[in-house]
């Protein structure tokens, strides 16, 4: 029997467990036998991924839901037996609010699909003047930027939506999703799905409007999933389902192990050789590895390989967020309805958003309580993560406070902290990552992947996980180069 070939990867997050299972289903496929073991320094699996259950309670430290649109996600949980427990969002008050100028204003669901009918419920709001209003719906004849060069995702709004679209929806909405300053995000490493459809369509509103009538065209038999979707006892369920199948497979799982340094012994017996040293100074060689750690982790692994690619991964900045579950009592007021509310950047408030949990998602609280997730930090938000437990909620319940007037005391109180934990893609991130694929082709069988590099959501983990596994493969079967990470899409 062929001997079997090493792989190493090194973190177990949502991208070190997806590559795993994905590289077991492509080496399958390749006839080719892999022995995978996985390298995780923490004591539990998953990273960013954590569940806790206290009593019939389920709450989420770090993501509480994936994108359904983006399929990679819902087709991992579906091969892992995890169908049945995939949940939608509340069907009831299905609405979210911006708190700007001193008050909560509604947004409409599905916001993010600009479809005109819905520019009537945001004057409704109160949100937009007419002007805003008016200039956001010329979007449809601004014409599109240069195809070429990077522009921040603050000047793409701004141009195509206006400023006050930007500032009081836009800004809020999406620089939010990665704790970050839109003045200084690359649109198309963040949002490439809009710069394609002003490229194609001339305007995202058209964009969205075609691309609707086509899903609406399609003929689909699969069940019909809200926006955003999680699972029933919450995300830790996909880490727990693949850490069991990734052991029924055969691959080694280790906890408790993390590597301090990557060695490189080049064309041993005609292949390349790893070197992985442990903290306790064990040695553990694979002939290839595939770094699923935050870009500022793999800097310091691969520095002494090739300065040029720490040099490139140190330009991925990260930033900083906390967390903070609290339960109340249920007693709704009409500020505390539908699935939460966002916060512009220019209101200068600590809580960046807030999920009313309890509302928006099923199987998450008593039925007598409201269970309600604050979001602080990010890009330039950070200082308010030096407060200690205490005084972080304290501040946290002196802005609920102001914005839906929950003054009680909440009966359970969850700080999570998350240091450098959301990779920022600034301007000119895809070249940043085209130079650093050219600078780690030099050494088959080593692949980067995580949130760091393109996508942060769960599904593009899972996403591009598979694409790592697959030139894990091609590298293993000497046809290096046949796949060119930096060639795929992002989004
Ligand atoms: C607060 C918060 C909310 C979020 N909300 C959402 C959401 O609702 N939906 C969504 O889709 N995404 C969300 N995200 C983003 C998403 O959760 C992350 O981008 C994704 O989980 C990152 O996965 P990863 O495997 O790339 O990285 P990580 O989860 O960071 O995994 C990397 C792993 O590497 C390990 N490691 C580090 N150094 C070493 C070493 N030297 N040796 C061995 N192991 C090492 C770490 O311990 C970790 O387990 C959120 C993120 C945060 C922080």
């Known amino acids: 029997m062929t001997r079997p070939r090493t792989v190493v990867i090194v973190g177990g997050g949502i991208s070190g467990l997806a590559t795993a299972f994905s590289l077991h289903e492509k080496a399958t496929q390749a006839g080719l036998p892999i022995r995978c073991t996985i390298l995780e320094s923490e004591s539990s699996w998953g990273g960013k991924i954590v569940t806790h259950r206290v009593g019939e309670m389920v709450t989420?430290?770090?993501?509480?839901?994936?994108?359904?649109?983006?399929?990679?996600?819902?087709?991992?949980?579906?091969?892992?037996?995890?169908?049945?427990?995939?949940?939608?969002?509340?069907?009831?008050?299905?609405?979210?609010?911006?708190?700007?100028?001193?008050?909560?204003?509604?947004?409409?669901?599905?916001?993010?699909?600009?479809?005109?009918?819905?520019?009537?419920?945001?004057?409704?709001?109160?949100?937009?003047?007419?002007?805003?209003?008016?200039?956001?719906?010329?979007?449809?004849?601004?014409?599109?930027?240069?195809?070429?060069?990077?522009?921040?995702?603050?000047?793409?709004?701004?141009?195509?939506?206006?400023?006050?679209?930007?500032?009081?929806?836009?800004?809020?909405?999406?620089?939010?999703?990665?704790?970050?300053?839109?003045?200084?995000?690359?649109?198309?490493?963040?949002?490439?799905?809009?710069?394609?459809?002003?490229?194609?369509?001339?305007?995202?509103?058209?964009?969205?409007?075609?691309?609707?009538?086509?899903v609406s065209l399609a003929s689909t038999v699969q069940p019909r999933r809200t926006m955003f979707v999680s699972l029933k006892n919450g995300l830790s369920e996909l880490v727990t389902a693949l850490t069991s199948r990734l052991t029924q497979q055969g691959v080694e799982l280790r906890v408790g192990a993390r590597v301090e340094a990557l060695r490189v012994r080049s064309h041993e017996l005609g292949r390349w050789m790893y070197d992985l040293i442990l903290e306790d100074g064990s040695a553990h060689s694979a002939e290839s590895v595939v770094l699923a750690t935050p870009a500022y982790v793999s800097a310091e692994l691969l520095r002494p390989l090739t300065p040029i690619a720490g040099g490139l991964l140190d330009m991925i900045p990260y930033a900083s967020t906390a967390t903070i579950a609290m339960t109340f009592p249920r007693t709704l007021t009409s500020a505390i309805e539908g699935f939460g509310f966002i916060v512009p950047r220019t209101e200068q408030r600590h809580v960046i958003a807030a999920t009313w949990t309890s509302l928006?998602?099923?199987?998450?609280?008593?039925?007598?309580?409201?269970?309600?997730?604050?979001?602080?930090?990010?890009?330039?938000?950070?200082?308010?993560?030096?407060?200690?437990?205490?005084?972080?909620?304290?501040?946290?319940?002196?802005?609920?406070?102001?914005?839906?007037?929950?003054?009680?005391?909440?009966?359970?109180?969850?700080?999570?902290?998350?240091?450098?934990?959301?990779?920022?893609?600034?301007?000119?991130?895809?070249?940043?990552?085209?130079?650093?694929?050219?600078?780690?082709?030099?050494?088959?069988?080593?692949?980067?992947?995580?949130?760091?590099?393109?996508?942060?959501?769960?599904?593009?983990?899972?996403?591009?996980?598979?694409?790592?596994?697959?030139?894990?493969?091609?590298?293993?079967?000497?046809?290096?180069?046949?796949?060119?990470?930096?060639?795929?899409?992002?989004?």
């Open 60 to 214: 989420e430290a770090g993501p509480d839901s994936f994108l359904s649109q983006k399929q990679a996600g819902l087709d991992l949980c579906v091969k892992l037996g995890l169908a049945d427990q995939l949940i939608n969002t509340n069907e009831m008050g299905k609405k979210a609010s911006v708190f700007y100028g001193g008050r909560l204003h509604d947004l409409p669901e599905g916001l993010l699909s600009f479809v005109p009918n819905q520019l009537g419920s945001f004057f409704r709001s109160g949100l937009l003047t007419w002007t805003g209003l008016a200039r956001m719906g010329l979007e449809i004849a601004v014409p599109p930027g240069p195809s070429t060069g990077d522009e921040s995702l603050a000047a793409f709004l701004r141009r195509r939506f206006g400023a006050q679209a930007f500032e009081r929806v836009l800004e809020p909405l999406m620089a939010g999703i990665y704790a970050g300053d839109a003045e200084h995000m690359s649109l198309r490493a963040t949002f490439p799905r809009f710069f394609e459809l002003e490229q194609q369509h001339g305007s995202i509103v058209r964009g969205m409007m075609a691309a609707k009538k086509a």
């Open 360 to 491: 928006k998602w099923p199987y998450r609280a008593p039925a007598d309580q409201l269970l309600v997730r604050c979001y602080v930090g990010g890009v330039g938000r950070e200082d308010i993560l030096q407060l200690d437990d205490d005084a972080l909620t304290t501040r946290v319940r002196e802005e609920l406070a102001a914005v839906c007037g929950i003054s009680v005391e909440p009966n359970y109180t969850e700080v999570n902290r998350w240091w450098k934990a959301m990779p920022q893609y600034m301007l000119g991130h895809l070249d940043r990552l085209a130079q650093l694929e050219a600078a780690v082709s030099r050494y088959p069988g080593l692949v980067l992947t995580g949130a760091g590099y393109r996508g942060v959501g769960i599904p593009d983990c899972i996403r591009d996980g598979a694409v790592a596994s697959e030139q894990v493969v091609q590298d293993l079967l000497g046809k290096t180069n046949v796949v060119r990470r930096s060639t795929t899409k992002i989004g």
